[in-house]
């Protein structure tokens, strides 16, 4: 059975940081992509990163770039996001994902695209003062 379990979500202020981890078994990183997506209240869930193991590829979103941070502990079989110099809009629950590297790939860049093929249960994170 796929598991993939996020926690490390908070309350964090504007400009603080948090670490989100997302703990995955029954799967093989040398097979799937694992990235990162959010989903604010009224919107549709939307692409942040993506980690294709096999080349050390990352991918970010604009909104991303410079600010979150992809990164995994094979041994640990975890995926974590870095966030730094957080926004209020960054508020949103923040899901893991699974799924081959060009569906995964796809669907960060598309919101039209399918829906990856294992997700997380997702972790809210909340930046507000």
């Known amino acids: 059975e796929v598991q993939l379990v996020e926690s490390g979500g908070d309350l964090v202020q504007p400009g603080g940081s948090l670490r989100l981890s997302c703990e995955v078994s029954?799967?093989?990183?040398?097979?799937?992509?694992i990235g990162w997506f959010r989903q604010a209240p009224g919107k549709e869930r939307e692409g942040v990163t993506v980690?294709?193991?096999?080349?050390?590829?990352?991918y970010y979103q604009d909104f991303a770039k410079g600010r979150f941070t992809i990164s995994s502990d094979d041994a640990k079989n975890t995926v974590y996001l870095q966030m730094n110099s957080l926004k209020p809009e960054d508020t949103a629950v923040y899901y893991c994902?699974?799924?081959?590297?060009?569906?995964?790939?796809?669907?960060?860049?598309?919101?039209?695209?399918?829906?990856?093929?294992?997700w997380g249960q997702g972790a809210q994170v909340t930046v507000s003062s």
């Open positions: 994902a699974a799924d081959n590297p060009p569906a995964l790939l796809l669907r960060l860049w598309q919101l039209s695209a399918p829906s990856p093929q294992y």
């Open positions: 980690y294709v193991k096999f080349d050390g590829s990352k």
């Open positions: 029954g799967l093989s990183f040398d097979d799937y992509a």
